[in-house]
């Protein structure tokens, strides 16, 4: 076996950094059914640190119930997410969407909102198919065997700096981009030595550093050559304005450096996390190969039954009430929105994969005002790239010689390998 990259090792470094510890569905359902409404920091107990950037003995509370997580989702005057400023948003100089509220979320949204709007994604579609065809699994064709998640790291980090408006032609360079992108992710550190955790920060930091000054770079270039008239996020931020002034290189280079650490990354384990729940049901795989207008129903249903981020936290901005529970003002609330989507409440058999099932409010790309922004471009990848591998790997299953595809984590799920065989 060939030593991973540095794009793999960060990756992976970013899967053992929100593994944890447990088994983390059985805790969830039984504190559903007896603690909706739990005093206490349940990413702590269960070994992840959180993007809060606060003591994991600050005052929390977690929501289990689809009822308590949806209400906290639609109120972000009374639950917001400036807190995450001082976490993850740190090593963006705060200056993070994911971290806005108000007025400011508002406007940044309507900023960026066009580039992954379903429209704006479907005019990559028939450029990002020939990418996936011609540059990953054409080349993995005659092998007919393989790990796909070599296949399944790559495409989606391809796909979206190509969006982004990042050059086609600097393949390493992009793979270094996506491998400082995942090392911030990598930055907030749960139950390690001080040491680490000042090493896994000074880590991340000089990453954020690096990928800024990379993207400015592009920035300057792009609006120095007038090079702005595509769909790309760069393009049309350059083109933009935000309260009535045109942004600078600097504002520009931070948006989007600020989008990249979980764009390509979810998207990768979203696909692991599809094949892995297709290829554990090969008749299911094969209706879908044949019906390829169920590919859509298998996404949102594995974002429902695996979701990639399994909680959100929020910040109660005066005291109030949830499930019953006093709340104090400036106490963190997680909404541990995988625990929500298995709601029985909500979802007759929870606990089973079931892509027919009726279609119902979950939480796997969040909700209300800040839900996933490239959502629509994530569903339009897997779907490429899914159909892509029903069209060249005939009788795609799994390799007997490797153990099967687990999906686990704690905070990130996902599968680390999958391999297959075909014909």
Not at 197 to 222: F, N
Request: hydrophobic share 45%.
């Amino acid at each position: 076996m060939n030593a991973p990259t540095e794009l793999e090792s960060a990756f992976s470094k970013v899967s053992s950094n929100y593994e944890g510890t447990g088994d983390f569905y059985a805790v969830c359902k039984a504190l559903r059914e007896t603690t909706p409404v739990m005093r206490g920091n349940f990413a702590a107990s269960m070994g992840v640190p959180n993007n809060a950037g606060l003591d994991a003995s600050h005052p929390t509370v977690s929501l289990f119930k689809h009822k308590d997580v949806m209400s906290v989702m639609l109120d972000p005057a009374n639950f917001t997410s400036g807190f995450i400023a001082e976490g993850l948003g740190s090593f963006f100089d705060g200056l993070i969407i994911i971290a806005m509220d108000g007025e400011e979320h508002k406007k940044t949204r309507a900023l960026l909102q066009p580039v992954f709007t379903p429209d704006t994604a479907n005019r990559w579609r028939d450029k990002l198919t020939a990418v996936m065809r011609d540059e990953f699994l054409l080349p993995l064709q005659p092998k007919k065997k393989a790990d796909l998640m070599e296949f399944g790291l790559h495409f989606p980090i391809r796909a979206i700096y190509s969006i982004m408006g990042f050059p086609d032609d600097q393949p390493e360079k992009i793979r270094q981009y996506a491998a400082w992108a995942l090392a911030i992710l990598a930055g907030p550190q749960a139950g390690a030595t001080p040491e680490k955790q000042a090493a896994a920060r000074t880590a991340a930091i000089t990453a954020a550093k690096a990928l800024y000054q990379a993207v400015l770079e592009i920035v300057q270039h792009r609006r120095a050559t007038n090079d702005i008239d595509g769909h790309d996020l760069i393009s049309r931020l350059i083109r933009s304005e935000l309260d009535g002034r045109v942004l600078d290189d600097h504002e520009i280079a931070t948006f989007v450096r600020s989008l990249l650490p979980a764009a390509g990354e979810t998207t990768t384990r979203t696909f692991s996390s599809i094949l892995t729940l297709l290829l554990q049901r090969p008749a299911l795989l094969e209706q879908v190969r044949n019906d390829r207008k169920l590919i859509a129903k298998v996404i949102d249903e594995t974002v429902r039954f695996e979701p990639v981020a399994t909680f959100k936290v929020r910040q109660a901005a005066k005291d109030l009430e949830i499930g019953g529970v006093q709340v104090a003002k400036g106490t963190m609330v997680q909404c541990i929105t995988a625990a929500a989507s298995r709601d029985p409440d909500v979802f007759e058999r929870p606990d089973e994969f079931d892509i027919f099932r009726p279609v119902k409010p979950s939480f796997g790309f969040g909700y209300g005002a800040h839900m996933c922004i490239g959502q629509f471009v994530a569903k339009m990848e897997l779907t490429v790239a899914l159909n892509a591998l029903f069209d060249l790997f005939p009788n795609l299953r799994l390799d007997p010689d490797y153990p099967l595809p687990q999906i686990t984590g704690v905070m990130l799920r996902g599968a680390s390998e999958v391999h297959v065989l075909w014909d």
